[in-house]
Structures are given as structure tokens and as C-alpha cells.
């Protein structure tokens, strides 16, 4: 199915040709044409999917016939958890209607409040924030939220996982109670359903996460290695494979700093990307990534949802994450728009747990190869997705 037949009018049609979109994904398939119909909606919807396309296209064409009537209101708000997430989700936006009159604006903290502060004044069609700066200048008058006609929880699972329940409450408490509501989560756990009860009233529902967890075009494996190993082992993969660009993800903020010293040590040039820096700091960072400046980016968990670069190479899990559904977040990075894309994880003992969780979540084995002259002097046990319980591996040998 085309774009035009999903009930969107030329000018986004003609966005989404410009930007080299064939057909609609999976996930905008089935959500746009709930939510050009008014229907509130929960949507599973990994990333990687097109799923930010899926609640902006619709709401573009459903808020392109006005216009904000008053200063300091807002149409259209999409809450989201993290900085780089906002600026993202803002972007695209701005893309996908480039040939509409209509305004947005990415509202995050980390950065002054004079300009967004600025940016309201006359009104803004689609708001996309995260809680706490909103709030903030919520309680400043700085916007209000009578003209609201739609609401996005986007990555609602992370925001839980963040702690922002209660900033989500409260402006669940100061919106409009006759607005269309949507909540995209990369899974529909207990608290994301506890979320919705409150905030999603009577929903339409769309779950595409379980085929989507370990997409085709993304190859993944693992390499066995001792923890003390894993640097040299960086090292020598970026080194004899040439990669030309690797977004690596670490635990720690101290261990991203300390890998990026110890890369640099052996001539190997990469920037760590965290929390701790600032927000100017990152935002160039990333557009340095993103431009191909910057070759290797190592960076915590706080990347894992905000960084979208079109045809990245490859994701390395340094270290494997926890919860297992951060793993899918983190591949995510690669294969983007179905193009194809590399996932290798470095996999020591003391992460066997965590790897079993993740494979049982995607439903299948990771392959493993190990890296001569790395090998591990701690095996790492078989997997519990091809365990065979040692009575009926008696039974196998007899027969």
C-alpha cells in the first residue's frame, strides 16, 4: 500500500518521496489510519521500525487545515524521555512537513529556557518535550494546554523506567479531557499498562514488537572473551577489519571515558557520549557522528534511544544491557529504514545471565565465534536455549 492511499494528502506524500521512502512499514500500515480517524491507540512498536512516522505523519495531516489561535498554546504534544529523543522526533517533523505552515519545537532541560521560553510565545502547532522542562515551564506560564488536541507518550516504557510517572501524571491532570491520546512502547508491560489505563481511554491496539525483535537485515553475533580482553579485543577488530564508523555501547559513564582513553592509546580516535557532558557538548557530537567526523562513538544507555543515523555500520555491545528489551533498543541503531546493519557483542562470563535473557527474548541463539589470540581462559556456559538436561542427554547417548 502507498502512502497517498493511508489517507495523507500531496504535500506529506511528496515529503516522504523527497525523502526516499518506498512504501509504508508494518507499523504505519496499521497505525496512520487509526489515528486519521480519531481512535486512541497503544502501539508496540520497536525501534527501527518507522515507528516515529506512524504517529506524525497522521497527526501533520491532522492538524494541517488550522493553526494555533492563541499565544503560548500548543496543538500537538509528544512527550519523550530523553534530550536527544526530542531533538530527533522534532526533526522529523520538521521533514516530513516541510511543505505544511505548520511549527514545532523540541523542549528539553540541559539548556537555556530564554529561547524556548521565545518559541512559544506566538504558538506552536506540535510541541515535542520531555516531562521536566515541560512542567517547568508549564508552572512559569510560559504555554497552556487548553488548545491541545493531541497527546504522543512516545517510548513510554523508558519514561517509566526513568522515573517519570508522576511528571507524566500531572500533565496527564492539566490536559484536556476530550483529546486524542497515543502510547508507543517498545513493550506493553504491566507499568506501561497501568500507564494506559490512565491515559488511554477505550484504545485501538497494534503489537508488531514480537516480529520486529531481531530484524533480517541485521546480522548479530558474539565474540567470547574475558572482561579483562575486551578493550584489546575492540582494538584489534577496529584495526584488521577497517570499520569505517561503530557506535559502541557501554555501562558506565567512568567506563566510556576510560575506553575512549584507552582506544587512544592505541591510535584509535573515539568520543564518549554520556549524561555527564553537557547537552551542547553532545548535540555536536552527535552531528559529528551523524556527518562522519567522528568514527567511533561510545556511548552509555542514554544514547541507546536518541541517536538515529542513517546507515550506521554496525553497533557493538561492550558491555550486553539489562533489561533484555534494551538490547533490541541498542541494535536498533543499525539496519535503519531496512537497510542492512551489523550487531556484535562482547560476551564474558560474568554476562552469561544477561545473555540468556536476551536470546530467550529475541527467541533464538546469538551465534559465537571466538577471536584468535582472544579466547576466552573462562568458558562461557552453553546457552539455556540449547540446554539439554543431562538425563536426557543419557538417553540421546543410549539411543
Not at 506524525?56 to 500537538?76: D, F, H, M, N, Y
Not at 508488531?208 to 574475558?226: F, G
Amino acid at each position: 500500500m502507498s502512502f497517498a492511499k493511508l489517507g495523507l494528502s500531496q504535500p506529506i506524500v511528496d515529503a516522504i518521496s523527497q525523502l526516499g521512502y518506498p512504501k509504508p512499514t508494518s507499523i504505519q500500515n496499521q497505525a496512520i489510519p487509526v489515528i486519521l480517524k480519531g481512535e486512541d491507540l497503544i502501539a508496540a512498536a520497536q525501534t527501527g521500525t518507522g515507528k516515529t512516522a506512524s504517529f506524525v505523519l497522521p497527526i501533520l495531516e491532522k492538524l494541517s487545515q488550522g493553526e494555533t489561535q492563541r499565544k503560548k498554546r500548543i496543538r500537538a504534544l509528544i512527550l519523550v524521555p530523553t534530550r536527544e529523543l526530542a531533538v530527533q522526533v522534532e526533526q522529523k517533523v520538521q521533514e516530513y512537513g516541510q511543505h505544511l505552515p505548520l511549527t514545532s519545537l523540541a523542549m528539553y532541560g540541559g539548556v537555556d529556557e530564554k529561547a524556548q521560553k521565545q518559541a512559544l510565545i506566538e504558538g506552536v502547532d506540535i510541541l515535542v518535550a520531555t516531562p521536566g522542562r515541560l512542567l517547568d515551564l508549564y508552572g512559569k506560564r510560559a504555554l497552556h494546554f487548553d488548545e491541545v488536541e493531541i497527546l504522543v507518550l512516545d517510548e513510554a516504557d523508558r519514561m517509566l523506567d526513568m522515573g517519570f510517572i508522576d511528571d507524566i501524571n500531572k500533565v496527564l491532570d492539566r490536559l484536556p479531557t476530550d483529546i486524542q491520546n497515543l502510547l508507543f512502547s517498545a513493550t506493553l508491560s504491566n507499568k506501561v499498562r497501568d500507564l494506559a489505563k490512565s491515559a488511554v481511554h477505550d484504545p485501538y491496539e497494534i503489537s508488531i514488537a514480537a516480529n520486529q525483535a531481531s530484524k533480517k537485515n541485521i546480522e548479530q553475533w558474539l565474540i567470547t572473551v574475558d572482561k579483562d580482553q575486551k578493550s584489546s579485543l575492540l582494538s584489534h577488530m577496529i584495526k584488521t577489519h577497517d570499520w569505517d564508523q561503530a557506535l559502541i555501547f557501554i555501562e558506565t559513564k567512568h567506563g566510556a571515558a576510560k575506553l575512549a582513553a584507552q582506544l587512544e592509546k592505541r591510535g584509535i580516535v573515539a568520543e564518549a557520549f554520556h549524561s555527564g557532558r553537557s547537552q551542547a557538548v553532545r548535540s555536536q557530537l552527535l552531528a559529528d557522528f551523524k556527518a562522519g567526523k567522528i568514527q567511533y562513538m561510545i556511548a552509555t544507555g542514554v544514547g541507546a534511544r536518541g541517536i538515529d543515523i542513517e546507515g550506521l555500520s554496525r553497533v557493538i555491545n561492550y558491555d550486553l544491557p539489562f533489561p533484555a528489551d534494551e538490547y533490541v533498543h541498542r541494535i536498533g541503531r543499525t539496519g535503519r529504514a531496512d537497510a542492512s546493519g551489523e550487531a556484535i557483542s562482547f560476551v564474558s562470563k560474568d554476562n552469561f545471565k544477561n545473555l540468556c535473557m536476551i536470546e530467550s527474548r529475541l527467541g533464538h541463539l546469538i551465534e559465537r565465534r571466538e577471536i584468535e589470540g582472544f579466547e576466552p581462559r573462562k568458558p562461557i556456559p552453553v546457552s539455556v536455549l540449547n540446554y539439554v538436561p543431562k538425563s536426557k542427554r543419557q538417553n540421546q547417548e543410549e539411543s
